[in-house]
């Protein structure tokens, strides 16, 4: 199960969610935090619902049953609007919402990496070492088989283009020197998760098919 499977579950159903759901959410944080919220969120518009019957209420809603149906039909279809329009607003609070450049990211890897690739110039180790260098990270050994590196064009600059075959599968990290980050950032489309995380002077942006695999990827990245 991935992180968009279980978000559509919960929507629906969050208080019926099975043990593969519940497994995912016990190991990726996002979608445990975004579980929590759908459950605070259903309690709350359940609570406010859940109000006290005025005396007399009984009396007067049996002389209502006497009223023609289509005199009350107005005023049905405007409580359902109501709370159609709160759950609306509840799920668009609660759904985290993509950030542009680490979703550009995505959508770099998407359609744009295989022809970077194959269009990519010889590579330049000093040129990767001053951008390492500039953003204060490491390429560890841990972080896995480096299988590409060279530069690209991506959000208007040039970025240090990295394609790595990790244990969690691959992973493309572009270093990004010349776009400085005020704070972290994330995106989940296409099968894809994104991270773009502040490093030195710039920034780091990290796309992989799995929560884990980012997390795991950015932690190498700050430790080393």
């Known amino acids: ?26 190991h990726c944080g996002a ?3 975004f579980l929590a919220r759908t459950l605070q969120f259903e309690s709350e518009l359940i609570g406010a619902l859940r109000v006290q019957v ?3 209420a009984k009396e007067r809603a049996v002389g209502a049953a ?12 405007a409580i359902a609007a109501g709370f159609l329009l709160a759950v609306a607003l509840g799920l668009a609070i609660a759904w985290p919402r993509n950030d542009p450049m680490a979703l550009a990211g995505i959508d770099f890897v998407v359609y744009e990496e295989a022809q970077a690739i194959l269009d ?14 500039q953003l204060g990270i490491a390429l560890p050994e841990q972080l896995g088989e480096l299988r590409y590196v060279g530069p690209c064009p991506f959000a208007g600059t ?14 493309t990290l572009l270093l990004l020197p010349d776009r400085p980050l005020a704070t972290r950032a994330v995106a989940t489309a296409r099968g894809l998760e994104a991270v773009i995380t502040p490093a030195g002077r710039g920034s780091v ?6 929560p884990h695999n980012v997390e795991r990827t950015e932690m190498l990245l700050k430790s080393s």
């Open 1 to 26: 199960m991935n992180c968009l499977e279980l978000r559509r579950m919960a929507i629906l159903e969050p208080r019926q969610l099975d043990e593969v759901a519940f497994n995912h959410a016990e």
């Open 54 to 56: 005025p005396a007399g």
């Open 66 to 77: 006497i009223a023609p149906a289509a005199a009350r039909a107005p005023r049905w279809i």
């Open 120 to 133: 990519a110039k010889p590579v330049d180790p000093e040129a990767l070492q001053r951008v390492v260098a």
């Open 31 to 33: 979608c445990r935090d």
């Open 158 to 171: 040039i970025a240090q283009h990295v394609v790595a075959k990790t244990a969690m599968g691959k992973v």
């Open 205 to 210: 942006a990290i796309i992989a098919g799995s």
